[in-house]
């Protein structure tokens, strides 16, 4: 696939389409809903005369996302930091493989960081379960989006897999557009991240050669965050009882739609990005290996070793830790000011749920699931550095 007509179902929309599909967006009531909910001062009028002067997705991002991103730094962070960026060649296009906290901001967060630095933004891989009204699917794709196709029956989900590892292909070694992807469909409820086979599969669908050497042209590259606070963890503690009471349970497309405004709106703290390098030198020396079930494992392993790695560790991880476990392993890092009020903090994002009858042993095994969502980074990375 050489053109990138074969991918209008999932791909951005082109420059060419900019202007047409921005005319129709400003025209959605839910669009006007959403723009005046996240920016309550806006001056809508004024903001569409401002979209419908622009152009092309690029001159989006920096006139547009730019600044929106740069309002959402300072209302809801203590800061972003990125460490890493020498380590990639910003003539190059990469696939940049993180782990997956907030829905939306993951990505864009990080392409604040490349806009701040000069470079080019990422294009980003999106679900289609998130895009439940269509004028999300234009917003998305006028915003360098490329959409995932989820929950689909086997020979579809194939098909999909086959087109978005395409697609990927395409946009690095063609467009020469670097792009973001998860390293697991979902957000690591616990914080444990690891990396999913499947990706990986999926990533070396494309191509005649062995899956090392289909992996090497997208230039893969782990990106370790690490969210101070997770403005979610309310609501992942809320899933887990939930889970525990019925397995069944499922997420409705309004938790969904709710986990995406609160991880954008509410307070994160400190917010780090670690860049860990393109780990093609490693898959290099997979190529001679035809057990593909063995070259996953290592891909998957390159990957998590580079995230839990690069993690940037906060007092609250410790702090969690040592609660978790109940002893004061690592007290030298905080302070019992510090301690109190992240036990503070704990309490009052528990007061949150909204659950009917909720027992003490509930809310006990709540505590119990947020300290771990904290404590698991350290875990991880002290593992991955070897101690």
Not at 234 to 258: C, G, M, V, W
Not at 311 to 334: E, Q, S
Not at 336 to 361: G, I, M, R
Request: with cysteine; glycine share 4%.
């Amino acid at each position: 696939m050489s053109n990138i007509h074969d991918f209008s179902e999932i791909a951005p929309f082109d420059d060419l389409q900019f202007s047409e599909k921005m005319a129709l967006l400003v025209k959605e009531p839910g669009f006007e809903h959403a723009v005046r909910y996240v920016m309550p001062d806006v001056d809508f009028p004024e903001f569409v005369k401002n979209l419908l002067s622009i152009p092309d997705k690029q001159t989006f991002q920096t006139k547009v996302m730019w600044p929106f991103l740069e309002m959402l730094e300072a209302r809801t962070t203590s800061g972003i930091t990125i460490g890493g960026l020498e380590k990639i060649d910003a003539e190059k296009a990469y696939t940049f493989i993180t782990n997956h906290r907030d829905i939306v901001l993951d990505a864009s967060f990080l392409n604040l960081c490349f806009l701040r630095s000069g470079m080019r933004t990422s294009e980003i891989a999106i679900g289609n379960n998130l895009l439940i009204y269509e004028w999300i699917t234009d917003l998305v794709k006028l915003n360098k989006s490329f959409i995932v196709k989820r929950n689909l029956r086997l020979t579809k989900a194939l098909e999909a897999a086959k087109e978005l590892s395409a697609y990927i292909h395409y946009a690095v070694t063609q467009k020469k557009e670097s792009v973001w992807i998860a390293q697991r469909e979902g957000r690591a409820k616990d914080s444990n991240d690891v990396t999913q086979e499947s990706l990986v599969k999926m990533l070396a669908l494309d191509g005649d050669g062995t899956m090392a050497d289909n992996l090497i042209p997208i230039n893969l590259v782990p990106v370790a965050i690490s969210y101070e606070y997770d403005p979610n963890d309310y609501l992942k503690a809320r899933e887990f009882l939930l889970k525990k009471i019925n397995p069944e349970f499922k997420k409705s497309p309004h938790d969904d739609l709710l986990s995406m405004e609160t991880g954008l709106l509410q307070p994160k703290g400190h917010v780090h990005f670690e860049i860990g390098g393109c780990i093609n030198d490693r898959i290099d020396l997979l190529r001679g290996n035809i057990d593909r079930v063995e070259v996953v494992k290592s891909v998957c392993s390159f990957i998590d070793n580079s995230i839990h790695g690069g993690y940037k560790i906060y007092p609250i991880n410790y702090i969690a830790h040592d609660l978790l476990h109940r002893n004061h392993t690592f007290a030298d890092n905080y302070t019992a000011v510090q301690a109190a009020d992240f036990e503070n903090y704990v309490e009052s994002q528990l007061d949150k749920v909204d659950l009917p009858d909720v027992s003490t042993l509930d809310r006990a095994f709540m505590r119990e699931m947020m300290l771990t969502m904290y404590a698991n980074p350290l875990k991880n990375r002290l593992h991955a550095v070897g101690r």
